[in-house]
């Protein structure tokens, strides 16, 4: 007896540390700055070693900071942080497995005005050292396979205004326009300057030009050998009228000719991946560059000699993301698929295209692999921000290496999860996902969240861009989220079904959601409330002038005059490609106008968000419709955000953007606890 009262004495002292803990708090803002996030793991080439850059949020700085850490991939040891000032640009580089190259803005204000530089650190110790001085900074790189040499892409350098004759000094020099694709968001108006390959040697720190004239050149590749550089560049005669990407090869010599070896559409993203035997050169692959905006990527195999070129898993109707790698064998080819609401690790063979899953439910995404087969990915889910996943050769499942998340997990609680399938109105089905309150009762007031792109989806994930989720669910909403028709992951038809035909078929599947859920009982159909960001904001536009069931609603950085945005946004090229001129498809164009020239049906209480610097989708289609319904006297407001693109960069203001959106439902939805909380 007495050995078995201190047996359970011993239990209960066990268990004290976990009945201590306290209780998990509401998801809110302090929840969403602690969430962090790895990116561009890099695996050394002996697979001993991960490198990836950690991005957390600085209250206090109000900025993004990201720092290098390295995992082991053997042993118990955890991984241990490399940088410390949180001024990483990003692209860690694997030298042998000795040191680690990366690009970052660093020193005083005069140097961080260069732009990102590259860098060496050391692992055996020792302090990063700076290997360039370029004005304008370098925006990419490729180390050689021996590590003594680094393929730069540099900007032209941009004109000194204190060179130009008669002109005021300091002052900037006027931005003159010849270009048909003319403005980009983060870049602004775009001049005449290209980007080009430079050589640069590592022991003598000699830069010479690889590519000059009036073409850009970009992602560089060195083939095994270290003798080529495979790249991508648009070389057609009117460039900037296609999206069509030219995949070229040329000797690692400055003044050596480049060769075309194909002509293709492929994502901004992507990068030629070299056969461990130098013959074949991988590249994501799209069809023809008028669905540019609904491209499904495939693995296009390409015969570095100049040969035949090919599609793997042609049959797959799913796209691949645009970061592949081969298997040391060359076998073989590593990817990230999207697929229904879920992105998954994959394997794809040479020989027949079969595709192997190689990752569960989540999401996975951004493989690197080792010379030894060992895959090193980052994966998570609805409930685990994603983490460091290792997948050693011959292994059922990958093991975790990082828990970067695991106290910030134990303090917050989250939404629970439901998947569910709709039938549209042509009985297209629709499937989506379901945010609830861990406590609540039947019906909720729920809102419609709409992603953006549209060619993106909704997926079972827990990141810093789902926070708005988490915080809509904390504050008692149930929160639909659907992968309408434009979305990813559901095959090619399904991506094209709203080719040239805006808010027509997005609007049946998002009102076909919401409709099922209204039925399920889930909905509280007097308490609905919509909104998104982006293409998310335009559909809000759209819902709002076609339906009055929404009661609150807030689109961010969206437009409801399409017509406007012409040659005034970054899209010229799609829009002569898949809309056509204004003059010549007017009633096109004013269709997919019509939550601005309808405006007048609107009675949603709309909130407008935009950023001052917006060239994605200008400030000016917010600012358009927040003027019409203070015309008409819908309760509205209209929030810009200064300095900020299409993309909101400071903590703050995602953090604001998030608070707005929750307190527009509580103020309309709720309006007796929101005037009671006044």
Known sequence: MRHLLTTLFLIWMMRLPALAQPAPKAF??????????????????????VVYGLRVADTGKDKYLTDLWLAPSIGAAGPRRLSFTGDIAGKPRWQG??????????????EQKKGAQLWRLPLAGGEAEKLTDIKGGVEDYALSPDGRRAALVVMDEEPDPEQAAGWKRKTPLPIVIERFHFKQDREGYLDGRRKHLQ???LASRKITALTSGEFSEAAPAWSPDGRQLAFLGNRAPERDRTEATGLFVMPAEPGAAARALATLTTDDEARPAWSPDGRLIALPTGDDAKWSAYQQWRVGLYDAAGGAARLLGAGLDRGWQPQIAWTPDGAALVGTVDDDGHSQLARIALADGAVQRLSGAGVAGQASVAGDGRIAFLAGDWASPAELQLLEPGAASARTLTAHHEDWRRG???SMLREFSASSADGTEVHGLLAL???ARLPLPTVLLIHGGPNGQDAQELSMRTALRERLAAAGYAVLLV??????????AFQRAIFADWGHLEVQDLHAAVDWAVKQGIVDPA??????????????????????RFKAAVSGAGSGNQLSMFGVDQYAVQYEREMGPPWAQRERWLKASYPFF???????PTLFLGGEKDFNVPIAGGEQMYQALRILGVPTQLVIYPGQFHGLSLPSYQRDWETRFVAWMDRYLKPQQSSATK
């Open 598 to 604: 309808k405006a007048d049906r609107i009675k949603t």
């Open 437 to 439: 309150p861990r406590e």
């Open 483 to 492: 992968n309408y028709r434009g979305s990813s992951g559901r095959g090619q």
């Open 199 to 201: 050589l640069l040697d």
């Open 97 to 110: 497995s000795e040191a680690v190259f990366f690009l970052a803005a660093r020193g005083g204000d005069e």
């Open 28 to 49: 809110d803002a302090d929840a969403a700055n602690g969430l962090q996030r790895l990116v561009e793991p890099e695996i050394s080439p002996d697979g001993r070693w």
């Open 412 to 414: 917050v609680a989250l």
């Open 527 to 548: 308490r609905l409330g919509v909104g998104g960001w982006s293409y998310g904001g335009l559909l809000t536009d759209y819902l709002i002038a076609s339906d009055t």
